[in-house]
């Protein structure tokens, strides 16, 4: 079953714009954390924020907020006055357990965003 | 000096060689995994190890077989490789307990293409 979910493939913004990345999760665990991570074309993962399941406030990292839902079950990236570098693909991502498995941290299909001069 | 490094960065070999990645932390970290990124990008965690034991085991095929020697290399070997196995392989570590965040911090991943 699909445990996160990134309903945008791919998003455009105009410089200088706040953009919101959308993810919404599935867990029934009580514990659990939710992250972002881009990966420019260069191809490595670069972490970008971290939510608790259990932090009341939102999570802001610089230019980088997340909206966090809890009731939805969503952990949406806001990323503000977007840059050019800001172009890249986005992954959402849960960690869950530990279980018998231990800790696992699994991934949305991503969304590549584009940003415009 | 690079947090989390894996060797070799290419790979291009024909169907039904044998290849090994190689990777390597020196965060001090007790976990490590290996994680699959096929041409669409979707990642998929392949394994992970806890201070050199297997933890997770994803249902991936016999042929590929992790080894950890100490908490802070992982190597992944593959046997009889097939044109599916094309893909970007991730290596990854994070110190995981109770109350960590359970960061990732990647490698640059390692491009297999086969032939």
């Known amino acids: 079953a699909q445990k996160i979910t990134q309903t945008q493939p791919g998003m455009f913004v105009q410089e200088k714009e706040a953009v919101t990345l959308d993810c919404t999760y599935d867990t029934s665990d009580q514990s659990y954390g939710l992250f972002w991570y881009k990966q420019p074309s260069s191809g490595e993962m670069i972490f970008l924020i971290y939510q608790g399941s259990y932090d009341e406030q939102n999570a802001t990292e610089g230019r980088y907020s997340l909206n966090f839902q809890k009731a939805r079950k969503s952990a949406n990236l806001v990323i503000s006055a977007s840059q050019l570098g800001d172009s890249a693909m986005y992954f959402c991502?849960?960690?869950?357990?530990?279980?018998?498995?231990?800790?696992?941290?699994?991934f949305g299909a991503g969304t590549r965003l584009f940003v415009k001069a | 000096d690079t947090a989390v490094s894996q060797t070799p960065k290419y790979l291009v070999t024909q169907m039904g060689n044998d290849k090994s990645i190689k990777c390597e932390q020196n965060?001090?970290?007790?976990?490590m995994y290996w994680y699959k990124q096929d041409s669409k990008k979707f990642l998929k965690i392949m394994f992970s190890y806890n201070n050199k034991e297997l933890i997770i085991n994803e249902t991936v095929p016999n042929r590929f077989s992790p080894k950890s020697p100490d908490k802070a290399h992982l190597n992944l070997h593959i046997n009889s490789l097939e044109l599916g196995d094309s893909a970007v392989y991730f290596c990854a570590s994070s110190q995981e307990r109770q109350g960590a965040t359970g960061e990732l911090f990647f490698g640059e991943g390692s491009r297999l293409t086969v032939l």
């Open positions: 965060l001090g970290h007790d976990t």
């Open positions: 991502a849960m960690r869950e357990g530990p279980n018998t498995g231990g800790f696992k941290t699994i």
